[in-house]
């Protein structure tokens, strides 16, 4: 027998066990155990599955829940697990305590908003569970109102956003449009390259087929179009061309780049045989705009002249009396004027540019007197998220949305107090996209978390309309480029249009979850029945929050989306959301009794409908 199995299975009764084997036994298991346990592999940070994959240079947080000096990158990785919060770890392995600050392991409750340095060891803790308990409270008396048609969508005019590609006659996209029969915006910067073949304007001038950078915009589209609009039941505003000036003209094919001109005024011809064929077919075109992003290419005095000239284009055309009514001249509805859209900012930088250019073109428009034929003082807006850098889910990048917010509403109610302020295109990403391709798509389920919040910071500062870029036609559009199906963002907006009423309740969470991993909006019900509807989203990767909505937490439906950022698939209380033979299926909520939390898993989204009526909502449309 070995030493081991003598010393394991000897007793003193047995004639193996002498005194010296008695007495070697604990000596042998110790040492056993002390091989044993020397054999096992060392214990190493990046292959642990307790410490996770270490990252370099990977997005660590800001805020620290722990800070201090360690031995090295395990012992941090240790740090993290024991402390309440710690989802991520960072180590510095060149740092001593006389470093700057005197750290080298730090433990943080998020991901968002900082690079580590290349020369650090981080990682997240996977699987580590982590649940925060919120009370959101709503306030008595109404914020503010959105429009009816807050939830609004763009086409746009660019031959690379598929203009010309569409078939307006679809019976599918009619049907997916009707579902959102709000405001249809058409522009965008293609329509400063687009020509109207109508009156005058021939097919040798309209350049069609296009040269030269510009477009034509034929009787046949232009039909189909309003057809369109008119099945949907939407609001048309139409963006106009603003380049062809009275000083330089030699027709109307004029290329882009030599619209940045400011000379002379806008020549009104080609529009007008436009809106002349438009009050003859009966079309209406609820409102209209004047050149599109103009901020960075001309003045706002000159593009507030240029709308001076469209105003008595319009006066011309139907004639006396307000805006929105059948004027005197025509049998159709005089259009609004909307305008200026400029550019806003993007992921960083000052606002302080596109807000003196709002102001100065409202006080050219107002010392002109033409104020009353505005409905909205518009901008645009793309504060840049992406998936891959998970900026679609960082609070401080979300937080630019109601930033922008902010600044529009007072620089424009301090002018025109009654005038209402839309986002008149904002999309998730500006400019320099790929074709029609489900490749590199960036309208995935991570895009909702901008969009859902968006709409929520947006009607929570005072603005009347959303008009998100685009309904189709792009990557990020609200339907597939190719097949024409709904994407994520598509059912946030029929879900926010039909659930979130028109009046605006503020909210208050309390306490504030780690990394502000709640974004929480509240309306009254869109229903009329005097209850409040919720939208709750939880940006956080690792954290769940269960959330009340009142002491008694009454009984309420739950309308839950979850998915995966990376795909262009939602599900519905874990059902994924398709087309039905060619339907929308029944986006019913699930109902919940009274006495039971809200849970809300990283990275989802819920709109909430409590049925308990709130005073302030009693009287809500």
């Known amino acids: ?59 660590v947080g800001t805020s620290n829940v722990w800070e201090g000096v360690v031995a090295d990158a395990a012992t941090c990785c240790a740090r993290c697990l024991a402390t309440p919060n710690c989802i991520v770890w960072e180590f510095a392995p060149a740092l001593t305590t006389s470093a700057k600050s005197g750290f080298n392991c730090w433990a943080k409750d998020n991901t968002e908003g900082n690079h580590s340095a290349a020369d650090r060891i981080s990682s997240v803790v996977p699987h580590k569970p982590q649940t925060a308990s919120v ?53 965008g910067s293609g329509g400063d390259y687009l020509l109207y073949r109508f009156g005058n304007t021939t097919k040798a001038t309209c350049n069609e087929p296009p040269i030269d950078g510009n477009n034509c915009l034929n009787q046949t589209w232009w039909d189909d179009l309003n057809g369109f609009a008119a099945a949907a039941g939407v609001k048309m505003v139409f963006g106009l061309n603003i380049c062809p000036r009275d000083a330089n003209d030699d027709g109307y094919g004029k290329p882009m780049t030599t619209c940045s001109s400011t000379a002379g005024r806008w020549d009104p011809s080609n529009t007008r045989a436009l809106l002349e064929y438009s009050i003859a077919k009966n079309y209406t075109i609820w409102g209209l705009e004047l050149g599109n992003e103009r901020n960075s290419q001309s003045s706002a005095e000159s593009q507030a002249l240029d709308f001076g000239v469209l105003h008595t284009l319009v006066e011309d055309l139907w004639g006396t009396g307000p805006a929105g009514q059948v004027g005197s001249k025509a049998g159709t509805a005089k259009p609004f004027l909307l305008g200026p859209d400029p550019h806003s900012v993007k992921s960083s930088g000052s606002l302080d540019g596109t807000l003196k250019y709002i102001s100065d073109f409202m006080n050219t428009v107002s010392a002109h007197k033409f104020e009353d034929a505005f409905a909205a003082i518009t901008h645009h807006e793309y504060i840049e998220i992406a998936i891959d850098d998970g900026s679609y889910h960082d ?4 937080n630019l949305t109601a930033f922008v917010a902010r ?19 904002i999309g998730p990403h500006n400019g320099g996209s790929p074709g029609c391709s489900q490749g590199g798509r960036w309208a995935n389920f991570g895009d909702s978390f901008w969009y859902a919040d968006a709409l929520g910071a947006k009607a929570a500062n005072g603005y009347s309309v ?9 990557d990020y559009a609200l339907l597939d480029c190719v097949t024409h199906d709904p994407l994520p963002d598509y059912f946030v907006a029929v879900l926010f249009h039909r659930l ?20 929480a909006y509240a309306h009254c019900s869109a229903d009329g029945s005097g209850g409040v509807t919720y939208l709750l989203i939880n940006v956080a990767e690792q954290l769940t929050l269960e959330v009340s909505l009142g002491a008694s937490q009454p009984a309420h439906n739950e309308f839950y989306l979850t998915g995966h950022p990376t795909q262009g698939v939602v599900q519905l209380n874990g059902s994924p959301l398709s087309l039905q033979d060619g339907k929308l299926p029944a986006l019913n909520g699930k109902a919940v009794p009274s006495g039971s939390d809200i849970h809300l898993d990283p990275l989802s989204i819920m709109f909430v409908t409590m049925p308990t009526q709130h005073p302030a909502c009693a009287s809500q449309p």
């Open 1 to 59: 027998l070995s030493p081991v199995h003598r010393a394991l299975h000897c007793t003193p009764a047995s004639l193996l066990c002498t005194a010296t084997t008695m007495a070697a036994r604990a000596f042998v298991l110790l040492s056993f155990l002390v091989a044993v346990i020397t054999a096992l592999p060392a214990r190493r940070t990046g292959s642990n599955a307790q410490c996770g994959t270490t990252i370099p240079n990977m997005t």
């Open 466 to 474: 959303f008009a998100r870029q685009d309904f189709i036609g792009i």
């Open 135 to 187: 009370d959101v409270s709503v306030g008595a008396a109404v914020l503010s109102h959105t429009s009816p048609g807050y939830v609004s969508w763009n086409i746009d005019t660019s031959r690379n956003r598929q203009f010309f590609n569409l078939d307006f006659t679809s019976p599918k996209l009619r049907y997916l449009a009707s579902n959102l029969p709000n405001h249809l915006r058409v522009g």
């Open 395 to 398: 609070p401080s990048r979300l």
């Open 500 to 519: 979130m009423g028109t009046a605006v309740l503020p909210v208050g969470v309390s306490p504030t979850p780690p990394g502000g991993a709640l974004r």
């Open 407 to 425: 600044g529009m509403n007072k620089t424009i109610k301090s002018l025109w107090p009654t005038t209402q302020v839309w986002a008149g295109e």
